[in-house]
């Protein structure tokens, strides 16, 4: 879930939540529109990234410099008078930023490879019989 605050028509507070496994996360930002951010942080975590996947996730321990990733809370430290050039935009991190980086899109790939199906017992159905009558 994705809400703004109504409450005002001025208001920037941009609020993100995502249940994982029974546990709920929570992103408030009061600063330049991150709704795209927010949005893709709370994919992130559907997609298995969170906190105990790699300490950098959902804090502030590494830089956006280390850590190039929407997941890392530094990437909403951006205040609207500061310069928000460092500020990384809609992007999961590819772990090649240095010693302190994670690899965001290899983790994703791997939860999807360890979980994805086995098609071995799939059965083959030739497309010409797909819409046969005869059963």
Request: hydrophobic share 30%; glycine share 10%.
């Amino acid at each position: 879930m994705i809400g703004t605050d109504i409450a005002s028509e001025q208001s920037t507070t941009i609020i993100g939540i995502s249940e994982v496994g029974g546990d709920i996360l929570l992103i408030e930002y009061d600063g330049i529109d991150a709704t795209g951010n927010i949005l893709m942080h709370e994919i992130g975590h559907s997609l298995g990234l969170s906190k105990e996947t790699f300490t950098g996730i959902d804090s502030r321990e590494y830089t956006t410099e280390e850590y190039p990733s929407t997941m890392n809370y530094n990437q909403y430290s951006c205040e609207i008078d500061q310069d928000c050039t460092n500020v990384v935009e809609y992007q999961y991190s590819t772990g090649g930023a240095g010693s302190n980086d994670f690899d965001d899109w290899g983790y994703i790939e791997s939860v999807f490879i360890a979980n994805a199906p086995s098609t071995s017992q799939l059965e083959y159905i030739p497309s010409n019989s797909i819409n046969s009558t005869s059963r």
